[in-house]
T-cell receptor, first 115, second 115 residues
Framework: EAQVTQNPRYLITVTGKKLTVTCSQN?????MSWYRQDPGLGLRQIYY???????DKGDVPEGYKVSRKEKRNFPLILESPSPNQTSLYFC??????????????FGDGTRLSIL | AQKVTQAQTEISVVEKEDVTLDCVYE???????LFWYKQPPSGELVFLIR??????QNEISGRYSWNFQKSTSSFNFTITASQVVDSAVYFC????????????FGAGTRLFVKA
């Protein structure tokens, strides 16, 4: 089944304790992206990647890191989480190239609570 | 700069009513892509439609229709004869190649359909 898989689905942790949210897709998609969803703000893009070893900042990259060493994986790293990073996070992928833009397939979301 | 405005925060209708969700966008590029996504109460994000800037034809898919007007920078979404299962948050999104396919989402419109 074609899907985007995020782990964990839920996490409660404390300020400053490094964490990684994994994202994996099995559709051989080139484009992957991370978003955070907050009430009243919709989804805001954190980072995106057009292909392996190519990553770019979205609108809210501060406090986050990503890597794209393999096509299928795009982990989101919070080196020193803070309470303002408490949010619902979505990973997404799409098969787009530079001359097209395809809809994104989303994972089920990861709810992070930073105390 | 890119911007997507969904001015309606919440809409409440009674089943079988028609409802239109508004989306107004700003972009500096002549080539861009517009999307609508649905987020039902279960939380997943579901793709509904994609439109590129060169295709102004309106589209109908069952009870759903979309009205794309470049002159007013709007991409409105109408549900005809709404049903309780249409209750969800609906997001409009914009992506443009000039920005490396960074994606901007609107804040979303929460639709309540009452039986």
């Amino acid at each position: 089944e074609a899907q985007v898989t995020q782990n964990p689905r839920y996490l409660i942790t404390v300020t400053g304790k490094k964490l990684t949210v994994t994202c994996s897709q099995n559709m051989n998609h080139e484009y992957m992206s991370w978003y955070r969803q907050d009430p009243g703000l919709g989804l805001r893009q954190i980072y995106y990647s057009m292909n392996v070893e190519v990553t770019d900042k979205g609108d809210v990259p501060e406090g986050y890191k990503v890597s794209r060493k393999e096509k299928r994986n795009f982990p989101l790293i919070l080196e020193s989480p803070s309470p303002n990073q408490t949010s619902l996070y979505f990973c997404a992928s799409s098969p787009q190239g530079y001359n097209s833009n395809q809809p994104q397939h989303f994972g089920d979301g990861t709810r992070l609570s930073i105390l | 700069a890119q911007k997507v405005t969904q001015a309606q925060t919440e809409i409440s209708v009674v089943e079988k009513e028609d409802v239109t969700l508004d989306c107004v966008y700003e972009t500096r590029d002549t080539t861009y892509y517009l999307f609508w996504y649905k987020q039902p109460p279960s939380g997943e994000l579901v793709f509904l439609i994609r439109r590129n800037s060169f295709d102004e034809q309106n589209e109908i898919s069952g009870r759903y229709s979309w009205n794309f007007q470049k002159s007013t920078s709007s991409f409105n979404f109408t549900i005809t004869a709404s049903q309780v299962v249409d209750s969800a948050v609906y997001f409009c999104a914009l992506s443009e190649p000039l920005g490396g396919f960074k994606t901007i989402f609107g804040a979303g419109t929460r639709l309540f359909v009452k039986a």
